[in-house]
Each structure stands twice: as C-alpha cells, then as structure tokens.
C-alpha cells in the first residue's frame, strides 16, 4: 500500500477513536451523574462550589457564653452552652464553604459604647481565624473567598449587623471596613438616627424617617465608594426602596430573610420589593428562623415556634419564581435564633436542604447559583463599583441632628 494512503488511513482512524473518546466521555459522565442519588448530588456540587451563609451569629455566642473569652472552648467539639447550632465538625458536615460572621450588639449599646463592643466582636472573630487555621481563612474579598475553598478551608468574612454599630460616623466606617467589615445591616431592630427599622412596619407605628434620610443616603454611598455589601434585613420597606432606588445603587443583599408573601413576618421582603431587587441585582439569602419561616398567610400554625426544612424550601422557592433564580441565596441565622426548623437543626443540615430542592427538580445551574455564585457575582459588582470609582475622595461630612 501507498506510504501517503497508509499515512492517511491512520488519521483517519486516530481521529475516529478520538471522536469516539470525545463522544462516549460526557455521555458516560452524564450517565453517572443520573445515577447519583439527590445527597450524592448534593455533597458533589457543594464541593465543586462555595456554599456561602450570610449570617451567623457564632461570635455573639461567644460573648454570652464565655465572655469573648474562646481559649477556653474547644471549637472541634460541641459547645455547651444552648443554643448552639455551629462547631468544626458540624461546619466540616455541612460542607459550609464560607462564612459571614456577625459582629452584633444589641441596640442598647447605641450612643453608649456599641463601637467598643463590635471591636471586641471583630476581634473574637479574628481570634477564631487564628486559633483554627486548619479550618478557617480570614478573608475580605471574591478572591479571598475561591482561594479558601480552593484550599479547604471555610472562608470567613465580617458582616457587622446594625448600622447603630458605628455611631453615625463615617470615619468609624471606614475603619470598620479597614478592619475586615465587609457588609453592615443598615439597621438592627431600632432606628439609627438616619434610617427606619422593620418594628416600624410590624406595630404600624408613625415611622420616623420615612425611610433613609440625606445622612443616611451619604452613609450608603460611602458603603458603595469603599466597597462594603449594602444589607437589608432589618430594614423598613421604605428603607428598602429609598435604598434600591439610589440613583447608581450596586447590588445589595438581605443577608437573612425570607419572603413575605409566605410568611407576613416585616422582617422578610415583600412582593412589591422583589421586582427592585431583581432590577438592581441584588440578593436574598433566606433565613431559617421558624418565626420568619412558618407563620401566615400561607404557612398558618398555631405554633410559630415550629417550621420543617420543607418550609424553608418554600420560601427559597417562591423569591426563585418571583425574582429569578438570581436573587436567591441562604442566610441561616444559626446562632442567633433559639428555634430552628426541623431538619435544619444546625449547620451540618445544609446537604439535605441541597438534596430536598434536587428532588424538587432543581437543576445543578440553579443549585450552584443559590449556594454561592449569586453572593458571589453581587460581591464581584460591589468590588468593581469601588475599584470604578477609587478616585473619589471619602465623604467629611459630620452627622448632625440639626
């Protein structure tokens, strides 16, 4: 035979085999991964992406249960103290690949010493970083958040929940972002001196700013020009609006709540909110508390000290349908909430969340964006916005009453 048909015959059926390859691979993968079980899907896709929280109140734990004084737990077991939702074991159980930590203190600490106490909170989480390196990465950005999980460890970040925290000064927030604070709640369960809280909302009582007020719309636009995750939960509707109606406003997040029309609980989003949060890019990441979980108009029960993992993935559901799946995230809540569902006891339960919304015909896209990749494309258009807009100076303004 020719040398050149030789040669030709062998291409033809190197190529051959290797369309072959190419064919036969996916299509044995494809098979495989129909084979998986629900949890088996689940635990792969969990490890292929970050499952993000938004909110867990591990530190203020801390400080009621061994006065920031964390030498003395051994965080590889369970503490003892009650409620306790989170340790390394149940994290490591839970596939939780990072973490907001909330630095909080209670609204009775504003004009007082809340500045000092939210210092102290910053700093117990630092320690635990420091304490557990094996476990958790301190970091402050997208990046920081993929490399972490890259190299197994929990990604651990800094929310401080309540805009009362750093007094009405904006040189106190900026500090609090040079430090690590990467979101902070507008408002906690109280007015700050420039935004309304959800109470407001809840008791009908005459609100107070209706909304934001020009100090508070320069606190945001700080927020923005720094690149700190603007938070939502815990805010009046009208804060919400006036916020997602800033002219230029980057994404938010509602790093814990859930949605109104299945629980009427203020503390969740409401139907005529939804539509701006989807305009605006934003994210809700869902909470777990059962009082902003099972209680009416859809979930009526006389006991709202109860909810089921079933209920959650209700609410997961309807923000899906009604914003998009790209407005979904989670934001438990463990540590700060004395009940939980059942079936989402603390933060080893994740999975079976996971494995009930694949049953439910969620597809791995649709799982991948709820479990990290939307908070992660917010954060992504946060840090741009700032990087956009580094050549403005920060704000000097003073907060005054008058």
């Known amino acids: 035979m020719d040398r050149k048909i030789i040669i030709i015959v062998a291409v033809v059926a190197a190529t051959l085999v290797i369309l072959s390859i190419a064919i036969a691979v996916p299509v044995a993968l494809k098979n495989n991964e129909a084979e998986l079980t629900s949890m088996e899907k689940a635990r792969q896709w969990m490890k292929e992406t970050p499952l993000i929280d938004g909110h867990n109140d591990l530190p203020w734990q801390f400080k009621n249960g061994v006065n920031n004084e964390i030498s003395k737990v051994d965080f590889n077991e369970k503490p003892s103290w009650n409620p306790t939702h989170t340790d390394i074991p149940r994290l490591r159980q839970g596939l939780v690949g990072a973490q907001f930590w909330a630095a909080y203190t209670t609204c009775d600490s504003q004009y007082k010493d809340s500045i000092r106490h939210v210092l102290d909170q910053i700093d117990v989480i630092k320690r635990m970083c420091d304490m557990y390196p094996e476990t958790f990465e301190f970091v402050t950005s997208t990046q920081g958040i993929r490399e972490a999980f890259e190299n197994g460890k929990i990604a651990s970040l800094i929310g401080v929940e309540g805009g009362h925290n750093f007094q009405s000064s904006l040189a106190v927030l900026r500090m609090l972002y040079e430090l690590g604070t990467r979101y902070i709640t507008v408002t906690h369960s109280c007015n700050t001196p420039w ?26 636009k700080e927020m923005n020009r720094l690149g700190m995750l603007v938070d939502l939960s815990h805010v009046s509707k009208d804060t919400m609006l006036d916020i997602l109606n800033l002219e230029d406003q980057p994404p938010v997040i509602f790093s814990h709540s859930s949605a109104f029309a299945v ?9 005529d909110v939804l539509p701006r949060v989807k305009e605006n890019g934003g994210v809700i990441m869902v909470n777990f508390y059962t009082k902003y979980i099972n209680c009416p108009p859809m979930n009526i029960s006389d006991d709202t000290s109860y909810a089921t993992l079933a209920q959650v993935a209700q609410h997961i559901n309807y923000i899906k349908d009604n914003c998009g799946i790209e407005c979904v995230g989670l934001g438990s809540d463990y540590d700060g909430v004395g009940t939980v569902p059942e079936g989402l006891e603390d933060v080893s339960k994740f999975p079976d969340l996971i494995a009930y919304l694949i049953d439910g015909g969620w597809e791995e896209s649709d799982i991948k964006a709820l479990l990290g990749n939307n908070l992660l494309r917010v954060f992504e258009a946060v840090e741009k916005y700032s990087a956009d807009h580094k050549n403005i100076l920060p704000d000097e303004t003073t907060f005054t009453n008058k």
């Open 195 to 220: 935004a309304d809280n959800w109470r407001e909302d809840e008791t009908g009582d005459p609100p107070e700013f209706d909304g934001l007020t020009p100090y508070g719309e320069r606190v945001i």
């Open 263 to 271: 629980c009427g609980s203020y503390r969740n989003v409401q139907d």
